[in-house]
């Protein structure tokens, strides 16, 4: 694959690998979707040619095979194989565009794929919008495509405070101290600034983004979306001070906020080099943690004290249904915990219910004293 989002190769199979890439791009897609459709098709292109398959001859039979050696992973040297979540993936990769090879040679009114049934099984059409972002969009429902993979369903992993702490405070600068922070206390995507990709999450974050006055801080949107503000804990904003006095200085609205140091002076600090940077910080304080694992954390704690919509608007999510199928999880305890009391309240219930059908038998369990008032003045006679 080279530069701009292209399938390399004379072959017309790469021709319209590259026309369905620039489909993609027509049509608003963000260049982390972009780049990996691109990765994904030229996979499968590589293993059809290596198969000696023509695109033209692709069918389910051809699919089926291809999601076996995928998932497998031998082929590309994956003694564990692929995730389930990584396999769906790729299958919506594939449903997309052999979806546009033959929508548009129906629409030309004829043509190799016009008329011929989508060779990728799917729950429904994935040609009209139907793209989504885990943890962004709606959690979709519906019938499940024929080679799709089960997600097994368990809470993300997050970082824990005790570990949040120990890694801010072994940051090798003010400017890793105030971004871990800020993850930390925000929640939002760690992001990127890149000449590909643009500007978005804290990465890409401006200067005149972080407003200490209102406590509050933009960022943008995955996927080409709005801009967000939200609020930041008061304890942020010292050690962004810090940052600013002691390592970047002052600047413009419009400037980076967060920039490298040494052979990359200046520069917005990207993606790679923060992430490496993390890695680093993590052997050094003996643990495995990644950037987004501040955001799960937050996430959750958010949804326990404040509800699912409050976290809906903290993570900037366009669905509330995202943190709720993501986070609102209950553990297997306390599942256990509940059947239990419900078992003593239905028996209590049982117990209550025959007592009092019982002769002579009342709804409450009254002392002695207090039943043998009201056998008393059962036994009276009326009027009395």
């Known amino acids: ?25 027509a049509r608003g897609r963000g260049s982390y979707t972009q780049r990996a459709y691109a990765l994904g098709l030229a996979h499968f292109l590589g293993w059809l040619d290596r198969g000696g398959v ?32 990584t ?84 940051a090798g600068s003010e400017r890793d101290r105030a971004l871990l922070t800020l993850l930390w206390r925000s929640g939002q995507r760690v992001g990127d600034w890149s000449g590909v990709h643009g500007q978005h999450g804290i990465l890409g974050m401006c200067l005149g983004d972080l407003d200490r006055r209102s406590g509050t801080v933009v960022v ?63 052997r050094r304080v003996g643990v495995r943690v990644t950037a987004h694992m501040f955001r799960h954390a937050l996430a959750q704690a958010v949804v326990e004290v404040a509800g699912l919509k409050v976290a809906q608007e903290m993570l900037g999510h366009a669905h509330v249904s995202t943190p709720a199928d993501t986070y609102a999880r209950v553990d297997e305890p306390a599942m256990v915990a509940a059947v239990e009391r419900a078992r003593d309240l239905f028996d209590l219930q049982a117990a209550t219910s025959s007592s009092a059908d019982e002769p002579g038998g009342y709804v409450f369990p009254y002392d002695q004293a207090t039943l043998a008032e009201l056998e008393a003045a059962a036994g009276e006679e009326p009027g009395r």
């Not at 695109?55 to 994956?78: H, K, M, N, T, W």
């Not at 396999?87 to 129906?106: P, Q, S, Y």
């Not at 979306?225 to 970047?248: I, N, Q, T």
Request: with cysteine; glycine share 12%; net charge positive.
């Open 1 to 25: 694959m080279s530069g701009g989002f292209v399938v390399d190769g004379p072959s017309p199979a790469a021709a319209e690998a590259t026309a369905f890439l620039a489909w993609l791009a």
């Open 54 to 85: 023509e695109l033209d001859a692709v069918d389910r039979r051809v699919i089926a095979e291809y999601v076996v050696a995928f998932r497998s992973g031998a082929e590309d040297g994956l003694p564990l194989g692929r995730q389930p979540r």
């Open 87 to 170: 396999v769906n993936h790729r299958l919506c990769v594939l449903a997309t565009f052999f979806g546009l090879l033959e929508r548009r040679d129906r629409e030309a009114g004829g043509g190799l794929w016009a008329g011929r049934p989508c060779p990728v099984p799917t729950g429904g059409s994935l040609i009209d919008g139907s793209h989504g972002m885990p943890g962004r969009d709606a959690v979709r429902h519906g019938r499940r495509a024929e080679y799709r993979q089960r997600v097994p369903r368990r809470l993300p992993r997050r970082v824990e405070p005790e570990v949040a702490v120990r890694l801010i405070a072994a």
């Open 220 to 282: 943008r949107l995955k996927g080409a979306r709005d801009e967000h503000r939200v609020p930041v804990s008061d304890d942020f904003w010292p050690v962004f001070a810090r940052y600013l006095g002691r390592e970047r200085g002052l600047g413009e609205p419009e400037d980076p906020a967060w920039v490298m140091f040494r052979r990359g002076q200046g520069r917005p600090l990207s993606y790679a080099a923060f992430e490496c940077a993390l890695r680093a910080l993590s």
